[in-house]
C-alpha cells in the first residue's frame, strides 16, 4: 500500500502545520537526509542514517538498540506524519521513502549551515530592468550605444538571462547538499 499525496490541487500547507513537522529534530533529519538523496531509499536505512545524525557515530558503530529507537520512532510517528502531510511518499509494503515536490514547501523553515540564500525574484527583476534599458538603447539608437544593434541587445540579454539561470540552478543544488544547522560543526558554520 503506498500513501501517494503529490496533486496539483492541494491547498498549500499552513504554517501551524509546517512548525508541528518541523518541531521534531527527527522529522528535520528525515527531509535533509532524503533531500541530499536523489532516490527513494528503504525505511531502515533511513533509520540508521538518522540515528548516526543523533548519537554523532558512523552508521557501522550504532547499536542495534540505537537503530531500532530510531526505526521504530520513525515508523510509528515521524514518517506517517510526513507522509500525511505530503512532504513524502511512503510505500508501507516495500518500505521505500522518496522526497514529494511538495516537501520544497517546507524549505523556507529550514535553517541550513553556510552560505546565503538570493532572494532570486529580485535578481530577476533587476535583470529585466537592466534587459528593458538595453533593449531601449538599441532601438533608439542613442549616442555611443547606437551602434548597438537589436541583435546585438538580444544577444546580451538571451546571455544575462541564460547566466542566471545557470547560477540560479547551481545555488540549488548547493543550497540541497547543505548541512542542517543542528549537524554543523562550529567550523562549517
Keep these: 500500500m503506498s500513501t501517494n499525496h503529490e496533486s496539483s490541487d492541494e491547498e498549500p500547507l499552513s504554517q501551524d502545520l509546517v512548525f508541528d513537522l518541523l518541531s521534531s529534530p527527527r522529522r528535520r533529519f528525515v527531509l535533509y537526509y532524503l533531500r541530499s538523496e536523489s532516490e527513494s531509499m528503504q525505511l531502515t536505512d533511513l533509520a540508521d542514517e538518522v540515528a548516526a545524525w543523533e548519537y554523532d557515530t558512523p552508521v557501522?558503530?550504532?547499536t542495534e538498540q540505537e537503530r531500532k529507537r530510531a526505526y521504530v520512532s520513525l515508523y510509528q510517528t515521524h514518517v506517517p506524519k510526513l507522509a500525511e502531510a505530503g512532504l513524502i511518499d511512503y510505500d508501507t509494503e516495500s518500505g521505500t521513502i522518496?522526497?514529494?515536490?511538495?516537501?520544497s514547501d517546507v524549505d523556507e523553515y529550514l535553517p541550513s549551515e553556510g552560505g546565503y540564500d538570493i532572494r532570486?525574484?529580485?535578481?530577476?527583476?533587476?535583470?529585466?530592468?537592466?534587459?528593458?534599458?538595453?533593449?531601449?538603447?538599441g532601438v533608439i539608437d542613442v549616442g555611443v550605444f547606437a551602434a548597438v544593434s537589436v541583435t546585438v541587445s538580444?544577444?546580451?540579454i538571451l546571455g544575462l538571462f541564460g547566466l542566471t539561470t545557470i547560477i540560479h540552478y547551481l545555488?540549488?543544488?548547493?543550497?540541497?547538499?547543505?548541512?542542517?544547522?543542528e549537524l554543523a560543526t562550529d567550523d562549517e558554520r
Design 171 to 181: 545555488s540549488i543544488r548547493q543550497r540541497e547538499q547543505r548541512l542542517p544547522i
Design 120 to 137: 532570486w525574484e529580485l535578481m530577476y527583476l533587476a535583470i529585466e530592468i537592466i534587459c528593458v534599458v538595453i533593449y531601449v538603447i
Design 98 to 103: 522518496r522526497l514529494t515536490d511538495r516537501a
Design 154 to 156: 538580444g544577444a546580451i
Design 60 to 62: 557501522e558503530e550504532l
